[in-house]
Every structure is written in structure tokens, then in C-alpha cells.
């Protein structure tokens, strides 16, 4: 019998061939926490009798969700994890270097074909670069911090097919938006997915992290973007699902068929064609996070911002994904047109997303974000209204004051 791509990268990591439902103890590549699950990760390795993390090379350490602190609680659990950093001599990444995600992909801490743990939910980005990376839960964590090793269930499969080619104005968030609205929100619970097909192969690394990076709103346990066509700065070996391998469901798409989409209230999978949510007004405006906060991103808000300025009524925050994001950004021009049509710069981080600070929403207001996650209260109030949608999306009904299609701004999207 074949392997899926999740079956044979276990199986390395297990040193023995596995299938789905199968149970395998692995080796581990890597781990990641941020300030969220690094303070209880550090006490759960503590109490476990932990002096030294299996690899210090191996482990990363990110302030990102609440940073800078917003208020002397949260403050010292910063603190908290410096000094576990300096005793145990591992990497720290502090306030404004970026999101977790993105600086694991940026600094090239996870590769191809390895095997990645991160205590955040969204840990499945990596499968951008056809890495097995999920989210697991602070004390797990501790348990490979001290082992380098960790057990799992082997999920089954999903192999989604991806055919034609992107309509132009529209992105890959209104293609992960559409898929998960066909699945649901626990459409994919524990399963691994596989994205592949031609619309795939001209998609840039950003575009493939986007799409990874929402399969955990399907429930996914990981997920897999097909390889072919993606360029990185170091050579590595492509893995493909063999032909007689074996996936539970199999889906098939038609991109040229979807059109920009946006999820309403209050659920990721509550998702629509943006022509039932026009004109509905917005108060507050946001680009940033793991899912879209990328030079691609801010790229595309400008061009549809550049020599106009957002509406008065409108506030429109963006965080870049990290630092490196935003100094290209600085550098090429992009962060002065945005400024210069009304945006505000925060330090890169999850802020807003995760609703921690740094921008959130009033009573009553409705927000059009470019993150992953519009459950009630996400953005920091449950008397707010978010809708998910891509940068261009967020850029043209800023412009408007309204939610607006950006297909239709055709002067300003090339």
C-alpha cells in the first residue's frame, strides 16, 4: 500500500513504515511557544524535573501575542521566559521581531520533511513548505522540550485538488475562505490535508502559507501544500502522497469559479460571496497576523491605497509579521503609502487578532480583518462584529467605509 505525504514523514521520524490510525512514537525537529503557552511550558518542564532541554538548537522561544506587555502580569511572564532562554541558551525572539510563525519560516527553523511542534494552533503553517507541523498543548510540549520525542496517532487524509487558475483581484485567503466554508469548521477534524493541482503550482510562499495556516479552521490536525513550483532559498527534497495511497475523502475545486469571499459573524466557515455582505458599514479595518501580514499583503493593500486616503470614519491598523516584513516594506516604499492613506503601524504581533491589545474594537463596531478567527469576542470584545476577508478586501472597504469588492477598484488592482 502507497503513503500519503503525513504517512511517509512519520514514518521517517518513527524509523518504521506507518499508516493512518496507527500509533507512533517520533522524533522530534523542533519545538515552538510563545507567550500564550511558554510561562505554563516552562513550569510543566520544571515540575517534570527538567534541567536542560533535550537540544537548544532545536528550541524557540517568541513574544508575540501580548507585545509590547500590556499591563505588569503579563510583564513578568516576559520576563519569565528571558531568563529560562539565558539559562537554557536557546533562542528568544522579543518584542517586535515578528510572529511566531513567520519567523520560523523566515529564519528557515523548520524545513521540508521535518517534523515541527509549536504550542499554538496555527503551527500548521509550516505545511507551506511540506513540513508535518501541528499545535500541541503546553505540558506536551514540555514532554519533548525534555525528550526530543513525543507520540501520535497518525491522521487519515484528505486530498483536495485545486484546478484552473485565480480570477485577477482575487486571493489566496478567498480560496481557503471558500474551502472552508464547503468543509466546516470541523469538516477536517484530526485529518491531514493535502493541497495539490495546477492552481497550486504558481502559488508564491506566502499565498501557500495562507492556505495552510486556515486548515486548522477545519479542524486539521496538519496540512500539505504540494511542492512542485515552490522556490526557496536552499535545495530540498520534494514529497509526494504516492498514486495508490490511501485518502479517506477526496475533493475537487474549481478556482476560476470563486470570487472574493468573506466569513461573517461569528464563525470562520460562515462564508459568502462578498456580494451578500456589500455595503455593510465598517468602523475598523485590520491587516496583519500569521495568516496575512506578509510583504505579498501589504503589497496589495497598497496598490489598491496608493494616492487616496481611507474613509474618516474608518481606523485601519496593520501589524506586519515581523520586522524583516516591515523593513522591506520601509524600504521599498510600501509602508509610506499606507501611511500616507491613513494606516497606523503597530509593532509586529498578534495583538489585535487574538484581542490582547493593541486595537481592540468598540461596541457595536464591525471589523473586516485579514486573520483566521471571527468567534465572538476574538478581536477582545463580543459586542463587536468581525468579518474575515483578504488584505485587498480590507484595503478597498477601509477606502469605502464599507464592506466592497475589490475586483471592482479596477484602477487601482493591477
Given at each position: 500500500?502507497?503513503?500519503?505525504?503525513?504517512?511517509?514523514?512519520?514514518?521517517?521520524?518513527?524509523?518504521?513504515?506507518?499508516?493512518?490510525?496507527?500509533?507512533?512514537?517520533?522524533?522530534?525537529?523542533?519545538?515552538?511557544?510563545?507567550?500564550?503557552?511558554?510561562?505554563?511550558?516552562?513550569?510543566?518542564?520544571?515540575?517534570?524535573?527538567?534541567?536542560?532541554?533535550?537540544?537548544?538548537?532545536?528550541?524557540?522561544?517568541?513574544?508575540?501575542?501580548?507585545?509590547?506587555?500590556?499591563?505588569?502580569?503579563?510583564?513578568?511572564?516576559?520576563?519569565?521566559?528571558?531568563?529560562?532562554?539565558?539559562?537554557?541558551?536557546?533562542?528568544?525572539?522579543?518584542?517586535?521581531?515578528?510572529?511566531?510563525?513567520?519567523?520560523?519560516?523566515?529564519?528557515?527553523?523548520?524545513?521540508?520533511?521535518?517534523?515541527?511542534?509549536?504550542?499554538?494552533?496555527?503551527?500548521?503553517?509550516?505545511?507551506?513548505?511540506?513540513?508535518?507541523?501541528?499545535?500541541?498543548?503546553?505540558?506536551?510540549?514540555?514532554?519533548?522540550?525534555?525528550?526530543?520525542?513525543?507520540?501520535?496517532?497518525?491522521?487519515?487524509?484528505?486530498?483536495?485538488?485545486?484546478?484552473?487558475?485565480?480570477?485577477?483581484?482575487?486571493?489566496?485567503?478567498?480560496?481557503?475562505?471558500?474551502?472552508?466554508?464547503q468543509l466546516g469548521i470541523e469538516g477536517a477534524t484530526y485529518k491531514?490535508?493535502?493541497?495539490?493541482?495546477?492552481?497550486?503550482?504558481?502559488?508564491?510562499?506566502?499565498?501557500?502559507?495562507?492556505?495552510?495556516?486556515?486548515?486548522?479552521?477545519?479542524?486539521?490536525?496538519?496540512?500539505?501544500?504540494?511542492?512542485?513550483?515552490?522556490?526557496?532559498?536552499?535545495?530540498?527534497?520534494?514529497?509526494?502522497?504516492?498514486?495508490?495511497?490511501?485518502?479517506?475523502?477526496?475533493?475537487?475545486?474549481?478556482?476560476?469559479?470563486?470570487?472574493?469571499?468573506?466569513?461573517?459573524?461569528?464563525?470562520?466557515?460562515?462564508?459568502?460571496?462578498?456580494?451578500?455582505?456589500?455595503?455593510?458599514?465598517?468602523?475598523?479595518?485590520?491587516?496583519?497576523?500569521?495568516?496575512?501580514?506578509?510583504?505579498?499583503?501589504?503589497?496589495?493593500?497598497?496598490?489598491?491605497?496608493?494616492?487616496?486616503?481611507?474613509?474618516?470614519?474608518?481606523?485601519?491598523?496593520?501589524?506586519?509579521?515581523?520586522?524583516?516584513?516591515?523593513?522591506?516594506?520601509?524600504?521599498?516604499?510600501?509602508?509610506?503609502?499606507?501611511?500616507?492613506?491613513?494606516?497606523?503601524?503597530?509593532?509586529?504581533?498578534?495583538?489585535?487578532?487574538?484581542?490582547?491589545?493593541?486595537?481592540?474594537?468598540?461596541?457595536?463596531?464591525?471589523?473586516?480583518?485579514?486573520?483566521?478567527?471571527?468567534?465572538?469576542?476574538?478581536?477582545?470584545?463580543?459586542?463587536?462584529?468581525?468579518?474575515?476577508?483578504?488584505?485587498?478586501?480590507?484595503?478597498?472597504?477601509?477606502?469605502?467605509?464599507?464592506?466592497?469588492?475589490?475586483?471592482?477598484?479596477?484602477?487601482?488592482?493591477s
Amino acid at each position: 500500500m502507497g503513503q500519503t505525504i503525513i504517512e511517509k514523514i512519520v514514518s521517517t521520524h518513527a524509523n518504521k513504515q506507518v499508516h493512518q490510525n496507527e500509533i507512533a512514537i517520533v522524533n522530534v525537529d523542533g519545538v515552538m511557544a510563545t507567550d500564550t503557552t511558554a510561562p505554563l511550558t516552562i513550569k510543566a518542564f520544571q515540575d517534570m524535573g527538567g534541567e536542560k532541554v533535550w537540544d537548544s538548537k532545536k528550541v524557540f522561544l517568541i513574544i508575540d501575542h501580548a507585545a509590547p506587555a500590556p499591563n505588569e502580569r503579563i510583564a513578568n511572564l516576559h520576563t519569565l521566559m528571558r531568563e529560562f532562554a539565558k539559562v537554557q541558551n536557546i533562542k528568544l525572539y522579543d518584542i517586535g521581531e515578528g510572529i511566531c510563525h513567520q519567523l520560523m519560516v523566515e529564519n528557515h527553523h523548520v524545513k521540508p520533511g521535518q517534523l515541527f511542534l509549536g504550542a499554538d494552533s496555527h503551527t500548521c503553517t509550516y505545511g507551506a513548505l511540506g513540513a508535518f507541523a501541528t499545535g500541541v498543548g503546553s505540558t506536551d510540549l514540555a514532554g519533548v522540550m525534555l525528550t526530543g520525542q513525543t507520540w501520535l496517532k497518525v491522521p487519515a487524509s484528505y486530498k483536495i485538488t485545486l484546478n484552473g487558475k485565480l480570477q485577477s483581484g482575487v486571493a489566496a485567503k478567498d480560496l481557503i475562505l471558500y474551502i472552508v466554508g464547503q468543509l466546516g469548521i470541523e469538516g477536517a477534524t484530526y485529518k491531514a490535508i493535502e493541497f495539490t493541482g495546477p492552481a497550486v503550482d504558481s502559488l508564491s510562499l506566502d499565498e501557500r502559507m495562507t492556505l495552510s495556516n486556515m486548515a486548522i479552521e477545519m479542524g486539521a490536525k496538519a496540512c500539505f501544500v504540494d511542492t512542485t513550483g515552490l522556490e526557496l532559498p536552499y535545495d530540498f527534497n520534494h514529497i509526494y502522497g504516492d498514486d495508490d495511497a490511501e485518502y479517506e475523502k477526496e475533493y475537487v475545486f474549481n478556482v476560476s469559479q470563486i470570487n472574493p469571499e468573506i466569513a461573517i459573524p461569528h464563525s470562520p466557515d460562515n462564508v459568502r460571496d462578498i456580494a451578500e455582505a456589500i455595503d455593510t458599514p465598517i468602523q475598523m479595518a485590520f491587516i496583519g497576523s500569521c495568516t496575512n501580514g506578509r510583504l505579498d499583503d501589504l503589497h496589495v493593500a497598497a496598490e489598491i491605497l496608493k494616492g487616496r486616503r481611507i474613509h474618516p470614519d474608518v481606523r485601519l491598523i496593520i501589524a506586519p509579521a515581523s520586522q524583516k516584513v516591515f523593513l522591506d516594506a520601509l524600504r521599498d516604499g510600501t509602508v509610506e503609502t499606507l501611511t500616507a492613506a491613513g494606516a497606523s503601524f503597530i509593532s509586529s504581533g498578534c495583538g489585535p487578532c487574538v484581542g490582547t491589545h493593541q486595537g481592540v474594537p468598540g461596541n457595536g463596531e464591525n471589523v473586516i480583518s485579514a486573520t483566521n478567527r471571527n468567534f465572538q469576542g476574538r478581536m477582545g470584545n463580543r459586542h463587536s462584529n468581525v468579518y474575515l476577508a483578504s488584505p485587498a478586501t480590507v484595503a478597498a472597504s477601509a477606502l469605502n467605509g464599507k464592506i466592497t469588492d475589490p475586483t471592482t477598484l479596477k484602477e487601482a488592482v493591477s
